[in-house]
């Protein structure tokens, strides 16, 4: 196995959350409970005479992203028609880009390496099928609420090895994403989608293998990663034999925890792409594209580092509240509270206690603060009365002691927490350590 | 046939309103001498007298229905209402309507009822115009000749054995028998201009983006334009007036300013500078049809025009260049009609239209896209400039619109050829996208009327109104109606 190597492009679709849909004027509603075919009007049903009007947002916010992953900007751009029959594409054609998209390259930095990109292109979303059973007839209905939803999709080169690496570019990818704010990304509900193409090579390979299996279905960075795991193994053992993978397109299913064939890709689908007549070629001056650089929100790192500096967090304590936009802003609320400064609370506790006590949703922010103060105000215990506890503890639990002696370790901690809860959470921490291992070593 | 002889009876004791300009007719409903409901009964009459035969429309709108409109247009005319208002008027049926059924002529629409008007519906039923009418056409403007409709052909009113010319067959011969005032047509290759020219009325191709294609149905999208036909330039003008204009549903839709067409129009054409590409007469075009255009060109010098030859090389790779463009569009615009929809599936469409999806298909594929598509909107470029470099001299061009005057039926129909080659003096049009106003000129000596064209700037549609405004004043063929014709 580890004579060989991953090779991995990452796809992703990331639906925006515009007002309203890409061409049309329906509103944008990704929620998933509403009714079928509310949402639709001549042009997202691509309903004879219709024509596309492109949201401006949209396409700005396609820009921004651009901007934020360190694209290079189109000067000028277009869409153009993909065709295809499906019954959830109702003009027989997708209008997306082919070969003048918005953005060109940029990148995303993991622990692992840059992972470069591709293109950054902008795109219309389908209707979506229900197989079921209809008056005991088995039937397939379109439902076009998603038809003509803003999509973007971001193409990475084949710089992922791992499936570690695979996981992180994403999570870094959908912050960013979600700090841009131009996505809920919310891969439940399908508005951030990942298809990983993946291959394997013998380490020390450099040329591309010759075909590459494209994994659909997945809506987590565990399933991705854990598909990609799946799928190396299985190209290995298929490589092993001296055979080649098939190449294809493959569906995570989550209760096999295994990948499952589609659909066998027969050369390239020939999508006669063309220009799209009823839009205008777009063109965008540089100083368009600055204003749309100015108006970006700063993004995570930025963040994180910001927030690091001017309340001497650590990098963990920084990446946590990052990484969750609610305890970040209930961080930033309470840090300056009145009350937080007077009683001269330090940042790194607040972070600590934001990022892992079980905070009731539904308490304020003044209430939080209540809380953290009052677990700051040290009830000062005598040292007699801290050893009076620890004895009492070692006797309680004398496989404990005896298994600390023989050399576990770890059971300290075990002692530890028995004395903290005999002493109800009062006293000094760092002195009940002390004591203790002055006790055990005794 | 007796239908046709009722019709001329009716004619001799009637009124003959719709014989009358748009403007004189407004002017007649603002003075409360005549009535919209009066028109509409006649423009019944006339329908009810000719459709039999003629079938120029694949869908009429209930009479009462349309009276009733009438009527309330009587009651709520003031002396701000549009000349339009009241007015009443067919399209082609690639626009969606509605309250009448769209067929495109095509029978894979046959039951499909539109759940939103096109923006020219719109636009018209906003002043006040009466739709009464849903006119045949080559089905999805597949065609020179309506022959290629899945409905009843249309006949042309000169010589009910010839086409009226397609794809717009049933608006142009709706005018020519004085159905109503106006029609709205749509011009891909040809489609407004043909038509009239066999059918000897005025018709006007807009420049692209002019009128809002929203609602149109597309043949081939870079291509389609959305204009008036009518018995006169000037009725074209009135018309464009009420119909121009950029749309929030047009992406491809001008913001240039829309002009008022129909005023300033003279009868001297002193300073008017027209070029005459001489390539467009040479062989190919029928001599009485040369000889016509050559009078017609005497005529605008008579009126003041200067009229110069020039040389515009391009015309014999038009055809070519259009038969990539127009079915590698249409391949992709008529991908919907897939079956799932709409009632009826694809083995619905006619012979023409699985040809020109067919090339167009090709032409689209990997491997051939940079050989045809690609290569074709290259040429258009060129083209572009070619129109460029002689509009930039002359206000106008003038050329035929047709190589020879309304053919035979089945003559188009059993040879595609020849079909394409009909519209080899449209198309470059609608490849650059520049408008064109096409008006009769005289009549053969079997007498079929002829047509040319004055083919003008982007945005000149008023330049070419008024110079056909001043030809119209100075000659009397747009005033010729079928009434002589042998059946």
């Known amino acids: ?442 | 046939m007796d239908s046709l002889s009722s019709m001329l009876y009716w004619r001799q004791v009637n009124k003959n309103l719709l014989d009358l300009s748009i403007l004189e007719l407004a002017k007649r409903l603002q003075d409360k001498s005549i009535t919209s409901v009066e028109l509409v009964d006649e423009s019944y009459e006339r329908m009810e007298a000719s459709e039999s035969v003629i079938h120029a429309a694949i869908t009429i709108r209930d009479k009462k229905e349309a009276l009733a409109l009438a009527k309330k247009a009587d009651e709520t005319r003031t002396a701000h209402s549009s000349p339009l208002h009241g007015m009443p008027y067919v399209v082609k049926d690639g626009y969606v309507t509605k309250d009448l059924r769209t067929t495109a002529a095509s029978k894979v629409l046959d039951t499909f009822m539109s759940p939103y008007n096109a923006t020219v519906i719109e636009k018209l039923e906003a002043k006040g115009a009466i739709l009464i009418g849903k006119m045949n056409m080559d089905a999805w403007g597949h065609g020179a000749s309506t022959e290629n409709t899945d409905y009843p052909v249309t006949k042309n009113p000169w010589d009910i054995t010839r086409s009226a010319g397609g794809s717009g067959g049933g608006p142009a011969a709706a005018i020519a028998l004085r159905y109503v005032p106006f029609a709205i047509g749509e011009d891909t290759g040809g489609s407004i201009r043909l038509p009239a020219a066999w059918c000897g009325i005025t018709s006007l191709k807009v420049t692209y983006g002019r009128v809002s294609r929203y609602g149109a149905i597309a043949y081939a999208s870079s291509l389609d334009t959305v204009g008036p036909t009518a018995k006169t330039a000037e009725d074209c003008a009135v018309v464009l007036e009420a119909i121009a204009g950029v749309d929030p549903k047009d992406a491809t839709s001008s913001p240039h300013a829309v002009d008022d067409y129909a005023n300033g129009m003279t009868k001297s054409l002193t300073g008017k500078r027209i070029a005459f590409p001489t390539e467009y007469y040479k062989e190919g075009l029928d001599t009485e049809i040369k000889a016509a255009i050559f009078k017609a060109r005497e005529q605008f010098v008579s009126l003041g025009a200067v009229v110069e030859d020039v040389s515009m090389p391009l015309l014999e790779f038009g055809v070519p260049v259009y038969y990539i463009l127009a079915p590698s569009e249409t391949s992709s615009n008529l991908g919907r009609y897939d079956g799932v929809r709409y009632g009826n599936g694809r083995e619905l469409f006619t012979k023409e239209t699985s040809r020109r999806v067919m090339t167009g298909t090709y032409a689209l594929s990997s491997g051939y896209y940079d050989a045809y598509y690609k290569k074709a909107q290259k040429a258009r470029t060129v083209f572009i400039k070619n129109y460029a470099s002689i509009l930039s001299k002359y206000d106008a061009i003038l050329a035929p619109v047709t190589t020879v005057p309304a053919t035979k039926f089945g003559a188009l129909l059993e040879d595609p050829v020849a079909n394409m080659m009909m519209d080899v003096y449209n198309v470059t049009v609608n490849i650059v996208g520049v408008p064109s106003l096409a008006l009769p000129c005289g009549f053969t000596k079997d007498g079929l009327p002829m047509g040319m064209q004055l083919i003008g700037n982007m945005h000149g549609e008023k330049t070419l109104i008024s110079l056909g405004s001043a030809y119209q004043s100075a000659t009397d063929w747009h005033t010729k109606t079928p009434q002589g014709v042998t059946i």
């Open chain 1, 1 to 442: 196995m580890n004579e060989y190597e991953l090779v991995i492009g990452m796809e992703i679709h990331v639906e925006l959350k515009t007002k309203s849909g890409m061409f049309c004027a329906c509103k944008n509603d990704q929620s998933l409970d509403k009714k079928p075919n509310i949402y639709t009007c001549p042009v997202c049903l691509g309903l004879p005479g219709a024509l596309p009007v492109p949201n401006k947002t949209a396409i700005d916010w396609t820009i921004m992203l651009g901007l934020a992953l360190g694209s290079e900007i189109a000067e000028v751009s277009k869409f153009d028609r993909k065709h295809y029959f499906y019954p959830d594409l109702p003009k027989g054609y997708q209008i997306s880009q082919y070969d003048m998209p918005l953005c060109v390259g940029g990148f995303v930095d993991t622990s692992f390496g840059k992972v470069r990109l591709h293109r950054i292109h902008l795109e219309e979303d389908t209707g979506t099928l229900k197989h079921t059973l209809l008056d005991g007839k088995r039937v397939s209905l379109v439902d076009f609420n998603r038809s003509g939803t803003p999509l973007v999709e971001i193409v990475t080169e084949p710089d992922i090895h791992s499936s570690e690496q695979a996981k992180e570019f994403l999570k870094t990818l959908h912050q960013i994403v979600r700090f841009v704010g131009i996505s809920d990304a919310d891969m439940e509900k399908g508005s951030m989608r990942l298809e990983p193409n993946i291959s394997v090579r013998r380490k020390g390979a450099t040329e591309m293998p010759k075909y590459k299996v494209e994994v659909k279905n997945i809506n987590s960075f565990k399933f991705a990663a854990a598909a990609i795991e799946y799928e190396f193994n299985r190209h290995v053992a298929i490589l092993e034999k001296g055979e080649i993978p098939v190449q294809e397109t493959r569906g995570w299913n989550e209760d096999k925890n295994a990948t499952v064939s589609q659909r066998v890709k027969e050369g390239a689908a020939d999508y006669r792409y063309f220009p799209e007549p009823d839009i205008p070629p777009l063109r965008f001056t540089k100083e368009y594209i600055e204003t749309l650089r100015a108006a970006l929100p700063k993004l995570a790192d930025e963040v994180k580092s910001d927030v690091m500096s001017a309340h001497g967090l650590n990098e963990y304590q920084g990446k946590m509240l990052v990484e969750n936009t609610i305890k970040l802003t209930k961080f930033q609320t309470i840090v300056s509270l009145p009350s937080i400064q007077r009683a001269n609370v330090s940042g790194p506790t607040i972070a600590n206690w934001i990022i892992n006590k079980d905070i009731d949703p539904s308490s304020s922010e003044n209430q939080i603060a209540d809380q953290i103060i009052a677990s700051q105000t040290i009830v000062v215990v005598s040292d007699d009365d801290l050893m009076k506890a620890i004895v009492e503890v070692m006797e309680a639990n004398p496989k404990a002691v005896a298994d600390f002696k023989a050399g576990k370790e770890p059971v300290k901690m075990f002692l530890f927490g028995n004395v903290i809860r005999e002493l109800k959470g009062k006293g000094d921490k760092e002195r009940v350590v002390a004591l203790l291992e002055e006790k055990l070593a005794a």
